[in-house]
């Protein structure tokens, strides 16, 4: 029985020396490699950290950077459209272009709005009628009256443009009809909206009775200043001078005579040496003077009676305002006196002269910018995208060959071994992977 245990023993220290040794050394070894495995792991990791924060801030510089050309690009592409377009409707030279280029790049640097819009301004006018060299002398008058006026570059650009054709300037009266605008929105209570459609409703009579610009602004402001604006006020003068012009012809109607009669007048009260109608401005002094002898009740029905219901809803507001002080007459010397001369230029430098007329200068000068920019690129990126054009218009034309459903066929092969090659890569990544995160042996 001890014999056997002796034995037994034996063998177990035998097999301890022998064996167990040689597995702790092994055991020893195998942590000693996966000790120097996560040594590289973590230093790999460290590099690749670093590489990752240094790689990261470059490619979103470079992502910025890209965004920022790309967007400036975009600007200068779209401002060459627009002038080109101006110069198709204008039937422009190649002088002229660049004229009228170099002015809209000059409007960008000095006014608040960009190169783009000044270039859709522009071509406005010329679809207006206008040349390029009558484009370039309107168009600054143009942006100083959006300006002063607080109003839209395109909608100014309409404005200016209407109000020149139904009152015969030419584009040379741009600036001065600028300014005479800006005087009538900035000194009475309407904006160029009350402005223009009052002007399109009472222009064509203005225009036939060789009203000029400056009484009929005066009218409007007066009215406007009584709360009486656009189309309203413009019809209400129209219909006031249409029934005027008629009493003070053989056409008058009797009620007409009679109610003339009641102010003591005439029709030939209205009519000048010349045979014309008087300025609107004195024959507004005399219907005044003249019912100012009357009492209510009868300025009311003499008025009835010579101006209609219609045209008199023009008269009585500007009796009324003349009553207080307000006259047309204050309004037409003031247009015409010397300091309306500049007065858009004026008004828009000081409406602008603050931080928020800063940033928008700021903007449009980005833009002036952006267009120069493109101007230098604009030749190699030509090139570069006719070259790429060319290079698919080849690949379509190989396509449609002969050869071309083998390629195809080349082309979806390829595709397949690169997709199977990124996954063996993967999984091999990824068995390498576990093996640099398994557990390590356990020590024994």
Known sequence: MFGFSGVGIGMSVYLRDHFSQNAARINGQMLQMYGNAKNLQRGLQDNFEGL?????AVFGAGVLAAKGIASMVKTGMEFNKIMDAVG???EANTKQMEAMRNQALELGKTTIFSVREVGTAMEDL????????????SIEGVTHLASAADFGLLQSADILNNVMQIFSKGPGDSEHVADL???AVNKSNINMDDMFEALKYFGDVATDLNIPLEDSLALIMKLGNAGIKGS????SLGNMMRYLTKAATPFATTRQKEGLAMLGLTGDSFVGANGNLKAVTEMVDILMAASSKLNTIEKQAAFEAIFGVRGKRGV???MRMSEIGDSVQGYSDSLKSNDVFGMAEKVSGQKLDNLAGDLKKLSAAWEVLSVQFTTKLEPFLRGFTQGITAIVNGISWIIDSPIGGILSAAAVALTGWALAWGGIRLVVGLFGNMFL??????RT
Request: glycine fraction near 14%.
């Open 52 to 56: 990752a924060l240094v790689g990261g």
């Open 88 to 90: 198709a409707v204008s």
């Open 437 to 442: 995160t398994s557990t390590p042996p356990s």
């Open 232 to 235: 309203i006020a413009g019809t």
């Open 126 to 137: 010329a679809k207006a009628g206008f040349n390029s060299d009558q484009i370039i002398g």
């Open 181 to 183: 605008l800006t005087y």
């Open 316 to 318: 009585s507001p500007l």
